[in-house]
């Protein structure tokens, strides 16, 4: 079992629409969770955080995090084409003396116009 | 303020060959990770390095080392080069050991020959 599971898609989704990208993730421990989004050919850009069970939202971004299910789920409302990119969830593992993020292999999100 | 940098942007190597890659953190961070991409996966975790010393190493060969100078600055080292160590290594800074929020460079393409 993968530490950090996505479906890569691609997960197409007409402009204005929501998309949800979704993320498991096998260490019960985990205490961060991050998504980042990766542009063809660029570095990851961190997005969003999450701590707690719940949602956080910021501006069209909202994130969700269920331990006990052991899931975290990224939400962008009103979807862009600029939007398309591959989203990157991201585990902090570790232990007091060092930390690591794991990442899965992403989802490649498509917005068209 | 300046972000992460990372020099050089792209290099071309041939087999058994040797590399040093760079990276500056964002200004006060004190902590640096390196990460390798391979195309179509998430990134992976090679070194953690917080106040010059070596926190953590991901699942690499000893051809890879890292050091981190009293700048915070810190240069990755691959000997041996691999036709399979063809990637883009990326660099993360973070204010202290702790990863809660991790912001990556814009990475160095190396391709080997």
């Known amino acids: 079992q993968k530490e950090v599971e996505q479906n890569s898609g691609p997960l197409s989704v007409p402009e204005g629409a929501i998309a949800s990208l979704n993320c498991t993730y096998s260490?019960?421990?985990?205490?961060?969770f991050f998504w980042y989004r990766q542009y063809s050919g660029k570095s990851p850009e961190l997005i969003m955080s999450?701590?707690?069970?719940g949602d956080k939202e910021d501006g069209r971004f909202t994130a969700q995090l269920n331990k006990a299910s052991q899931y975290v789920s990224l939400l962008i409302r009103d979807s862009q084409p600029s939007d398309s990119a591959t989203y990157l969830c991201?585990?902090?593992?570790?232990?007091?003396?060092?930390?690591?993020?794991?990442f899965g292999t992403g989802t490649r999100l498509l917005v068209s116009p | 303020d300046a972000g992460v940098t990372q020099s050089p942007t792209h290099l071309i190597k041939t087999r058994g060959q040797q590399v040093t890659l760079r990276c500056s953190p964002i200004?006060?961070?004190?902590?640096v990770s390196w990460y390798q991409q391979v195309l179509g996966q998430g990134p992976q975790f090679i070194f953690q390095?917080?106040?010059?010393?070596?926190?953590g190493r991901g699942n690499f060969p000893d051809r890879f080392s890292a050091r981190q100078f009293p700048n915070y600055s810190s240069e990755l080292n691959v000997n041996a080069l691999l036709l399979g160590d063809s990637a883009l290594y990326l660099c993360a800074s973070s204010p202290s050991g702790r990863i809660n929020e991790q912001f990556f460079g814009p990475g160095t393409r190396l391709t080997v020959l």
């Open positions: 260490d019960r421990v985990s205490q961060s």
């Open positions: 991201a585990v902090n593992k570790g232990n007091t003396g060092f930390q690591k993020l794991v």
């Open positions: 999450i701590y707690s069970n």
């Open positions: 200004s006060g961070h004190k902590s």
């Open positions: 390095y917080y106040e010059k010393e070596e926190r």
